[in-house]
Nanobody, 123 residues
Framework: QVQLVQSGGGLVQAGGSLRLSCAAS????????MGWLRQAPGKEREFVAA????????DFADSVKGRFTISRDNAKNTVYLQMNSLKPEDTAVYYC????????????????WGQGTQVTVSS
């Protein structure tokens, strides 16, 4: 069992930055691929970014590529999502999630989920 606790998020103006954190319980954090997904009102949950166990490989949705970065600190059991140049269309509830195996863009392939955190970008 893995528990994921998120922090960060909030309200920011367009063009601003936010950093989300996700702390995992347990001693096997380094064996999980970590992902960030988001869900806007009335829309399906969508992939944002993922980072493999070692942190050596990352993947980003086209909509955030070049603006968001994902990183992890396995010593702290924490994954981060740095969001720069935020746009109103980035407004959503953001979730961190974990899965064994390789990175995935599909929400159903993630096993454990954080509680979600609201990110609101005003124009």
């Amino acid at each position: 069992q893995v528990q994921l606790v998120q922090s960060g998020g909030g309200l920011v103006q367009a063009g601003g930055s936010l950093r989300l954190s996700c702390a995992a319980s347990g001693r096997t954090f380094s064996s999980y691929t970590m992902g960030w997904l988001r869900q806007a009102p009335g829309k399906e949950r969508e992939f944002v970014a993922a980072i493999i166990r070692s942190g050596g490989s990352t993947d980003f949705a086209d909509s955030v590529k070049g603006r968001f970065t994902i990183s992890r600190d396995n010593a702290k059991n924490t994954v981060y999502l740095q969001m720069n140049s935020l746009k109103p269309e980035d407004t959503a509830v953001y979730y961190c999630a974990s899965r064994r195996g390789y990175g995935s863009r599909f929400s159903y392939e993630y096993d454990y989920w954080g509680q979600g955190t609201q990110v609101t970008v005003s124009s």
